[in-house]
């Protein structure tokens, strides 16, 4: 199985907040790879927001998006995407 990783900032001006944190989440449940995200030693999988939002990641903070399966590196440019844009928020 195909396995992509991505390293992306977080720039908007709260963090991964419940907001943000429901739309990666709702974007990642669209794809059928297993993805996780990584913030220093805590990881959480993307799927779950619970496991998300322990993740306490704020501005400013790096997060590793790992996805393994088929649609991998959809997955990923999704997710790095999300992020980059902000989550909408600006």
Known sequence: MPV????????????????????????????????QVYCGEKQANAKSIVSVLTLGAGPGTSLVIRAEGDDASKAVQALVKLVVNKFGEE
Not at 22 to 33: P, T, Y
């Open 4 to 35: 992509v990783e991505n390293t992306v900032v977080i720039t908007n001006k709260v963090g991964l907040h419940a907001r943000p944190a429901a739309l990666l989440v709702q974007s990642a449940a669209r794809f059928q790879s297993h993805i």
